[in-house]
């Protein structure tokens, strides 16, 4: 995006419209334009809308990115105070079997996924011996021939291009808020730079990255702008937002759930403001039905696909749609069939990610 000096207008006004018109002519938007934009209701939302898509599909034509999630490990020693499966939750918990996470990952791979997403909790048992099972997991599912991204926690920078060279494309790791003072007491205990820094170093190591916020967890809207704005200038290839779900057994279990506007007004904005990123519309939040309207938000990747009868959880929504089939690849690509677009073929797909990484392959 060009500089402010360097757009055919600098955005002074504050009317949506205005915002969008001077954006799209090149201006860089403020964080008061931001706020601006995530304030639209009614016929001016449904303006943001339409131009976040406009802005998808000008990008990515008619292709819709798919992602499967495997969560294979919920056992964490951090204690977030948003997660159903922090530390001192007493819940039920597993750890799948590096054969059974390939034979998932083949799963998905025939179905015609894009890309693996192997998340964990921060496993004590992952971390052990330098990551040796982790790295061992991540081998095994390369060698199936899928792209793969990475979500074990924040990990020792010296990790990462022994992540990078067990086959990972995308790291993910997400800040959640960048106000330091509201993430220290979301991620309790955990270094804000220590995590800020795992996506500096696995760029450094060659691997793409994703950030993301979460919303409904006090924050302001001038934090939800510093947000999009942080993770725009980051240069993270994916970047995304997902509405906090209160989970039973934690601090925030009372906490009012937002309903899902800001979210998708954030998927909007993150679109316009940055056309070329992937932006998850995922199914980890609202289930299937959320899904068309993420995507309708100008969101370009559907995430948290999970196979079902596999005894696997999601983070945000640990059960819903799993086991009926309703988070499964046929039952996605049949209503991504019905809104008029494709999943792009997986070679469709990596040949994107070629390109990316070629940009961010360290020199020699
Ligand atoms: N344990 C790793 C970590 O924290 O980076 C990877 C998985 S973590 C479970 C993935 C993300 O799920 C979190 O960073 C957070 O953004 C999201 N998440 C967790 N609990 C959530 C909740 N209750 N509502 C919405 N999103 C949640
Ligand atoms: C999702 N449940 O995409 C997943 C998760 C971790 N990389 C992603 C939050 O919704
Ligand atoms: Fe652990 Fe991740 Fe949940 Fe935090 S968000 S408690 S690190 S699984």
């Known amino acids: ?6 757009g055919s207008c600098k955005v002074t006004t504050l009317e949506i419209s205005d915002i969008l018109d001077a954006v799209r002519n090149g201006a860089q938007a403020t964080s008061q334009d931001v706020v601006k934009l995530l304030s639209a209701e009614g016929r001016e939302m449904e303006e943001l809308f339409a131009e976040a898509r406009e802005v998808r599909d000008r990008q990515f034509g008619k292709h819709v990115f798919a992602y499967g999630f495997v969560y294979f490990s919920t056992y964490c020693h951090n204690n977030c105070t948003f997660c159903y499966y922090r530390r001192t939750n007493s819940i039920d918990r ?18 015609g996924i894009d890309l693996v997403d192997l998340t964990m909790g921060e496993d004590e048992h992952m971390y052990a011996d330098d990551y040796s099972e982790l790295l061992e997991i991540i081998s ?31 790291y993910a790791v997400y800040q959640e808020t960048h106000n330091r003072d ?33 919303v409904g967890l006090g924050e302001s809207m001038e934090d939800r702008a510093d947000a999009i704005l942080t993770m725009g200038a980051e240069k993270c290839e994916q970047i995304r937002c997902m509405t906090f779900v209160p989970q ?11 309903d899902s506007y800001m979210e998708l007004k954030s998927i909007a904005v993150m679109r316009i403001l940055f056309p070329d990123r992937f932006i998850p519309a995922t199914l980890d939040v609202e289930g299937i039905e959320g899904m068309k309207s993420r995507l309708d938000a100008g969101a370009s990747t559907i995430t948290s696909i999970v196979v079902p009868h ?7 929504q640990p059960e819903k749609d799993i086991e009926s089939g309703g988070r499964s690849v046929q039952h996605v690509f049949d209503l991504v069939a019905d809104m008029g677009k494709r999943i792009a073929t997986q070679n469709e797909f990596r040949s994107m990610i070629d390109k990316l990484e070629e940009r961010i392959r360290p020199k020699p």
Do not use: C
């Not at 039973?248 to 937002?258: H, I």
């Not at 596999?310 to 945000?316: I, K």
């Open 1 to 6: 995006m060009l500089g402010p000096l360097e």
């Open 94 to 111: 597993y750890r799948k079997s590096p054969e059974e996470i390939i034979s998932l990952a083949a799963d998905l791979k025939d179905a």
């Open 140 to 170: 095994g599912v390369k060698k199936l021939g899928i792209s793969i991204m990475a979500s074990p926690g924040a990990v020792k920078k010296e990790a990462m291009p022994k992540i990078k060279a067990a086959g990972v494309d995308f």
């Open 182 to 214: 509201l993430y220290s007491k979301l991620r309790l205990e955990q270094d804000f730079d220590f995590r800020y820094n795992q996506r500096v170093w696995a760029r450094e190591a060659g691997m793409l990255t994703e950030d993301g916020m979460m």
């Open 248 to 258: 039973a057994g934690t601090p925030l279990q009372t906490l009012e759930p937002m």
């Open 310 to 316: 596999r005894h696997l959880a999601g983070v945000a």
